[in-house]
């Protein structure tokens, strides 16, 4: 087995965290992949793997190894790709915030795969701040203001939000009519993962955006408690529309200070600035821009 094949063997066994599935991956047997990966332990004069009886993982020098095959195969395939017709292949790791993969994603993703049947997608599901290169992955996909990063960053949607709040809440604190009525009020906190700060509430207003801080007697980082927060009446909130659309609808949910515009919400894809990217890289952000069109 010759050295790129050994680190497509490899860069397999850490995604799978399996000799078997590894081997059946690459069409060779199990033994050939053990003795393969014992060979580029020898060779490398380091330990790549920590085996155990149910799972293998990678070492601390096996995570640095991995990471550098990602980028040699993904330079390989760029190389090859741009010599013949290729048809894009292997593994394409993305991060997506869950709303943006429940609502924009998933929907439509079978037609990707369909179309590109080489391309394995590993998606992980976060609004933590991911650090890409260390990690692996090849883009993120994030909504909201985003920390300053070596990222390149490439907009490609504003989504408009509101403020709304649960009937309940409405019930026992009155309807806010004006932005100088919102005093008295509270509001659920969506917290910062990278600075800890709760986001203001944001208001259009002539010659800029007006920021307004409610007391928040329930914070959460995560989208979907935040949505279940207002939902059961803690206070109000500023939502993109197409997560509380089917709320509004159903009468669970009332848009409030109808005639004071909010800030659209900014949609982004992020990629390393250091990497360049693969062509299944560059389709599947393709594929995410024409998703918000």
């Known amino acids: 087995m010759d050295r790129l094949d050994a680190m497509r063997l490899y860069a397999r066994v850490v995604d799978r965290r399996s000799f078997t599935q590894a081997a059946s991956d690459r069409g060779v047997p199990r033994s050939t992949a053990t003795q393969a990966i014992r060979q580029l332990e020898e060779r490398l004069g380091t330990t790549l793997l920590q085996r155990t009886t149910r799972t293998v993982r990678p070492t601390l020098d096996g995570e640095a190894y991995y990471r550098r095959c990602l980028a040699i195969l993904d330079d390989v395939e760029e190389a090859e790709g741009a010599f013949k017709d290729a048809r894009p292949s292997g593994m394409l790791r993305i991060e997506v915030q869950g709303t943006l993969a429940r609502h924009f994603v998933m929907p439509t993703l079978p037609q990707f795969m369909e179309r590109y049947p080489a391309v394995e997608i590993a998606m992980s599901e976060s609004d933590r701040w991911v650090d890409v290169v260390r990690e692996g992955v090849d883009c993120v996909l994030r909504y909201g203001r985003l920390p300053d990063s070596d990222l390149i960053s490439r907009p490609i949607a504003r989504l408009p939000r509101i403020t709304c709040a649960a009937p309940a809440y409405l019930e026992r604190h009155g309807r806010p009519g004006s932005m100088e009525e919102l005093a008295g009020h509270r509001s659920v906190g969506l917290r910062s993962l990278t600075t800890g700060g709760l986001a203001p509430f944001e208001f259009a207003i002539p010659g800029g955006i007006r920021k307004v801080d409610l007391p928040a007697p329930l914070s959460?980082?995560?989208?979907?408690?935040?949505?279940?927060?207002?939902?059961?009446?803690?206070?109000?909130?500023?939502?993109?529309?197409?997560?509380?659309?089917?709320?509004?609808?159903?009468?669970?949910?009332?848009?409030?200070?109808?005639?004071?515009?909010?800030?659209?919400?900014?949609?982004?894809?992020?990629?390393?600035?250091?990497?360049?990217?693969?062509?299944?890289?560059?389709?599947?952000?393709?594929?995410?821009?024409?998703?918000?069109v």
């Open 220 to 292: 959460v980082t995560g989208t979907e408690s935040y949505l279940d927060g207002v939902l059961q009446g803690f206070g109000l909130a500023q939502m993109p529309v197409f997560h509380v659309s089917e709320h509004l609808a159903s009468g669970r949910l009332v848009r409030v200070l109808d005639d004071v515009e909010v800030p659209e919400g900014p949609v982004a894809v992020l990629y390393p600035r250091s990497r360049q990217l693969s062509p299944r890289v560059r389709l599947f952000i393709d594929w995410l821009v024409a998703r918000f």
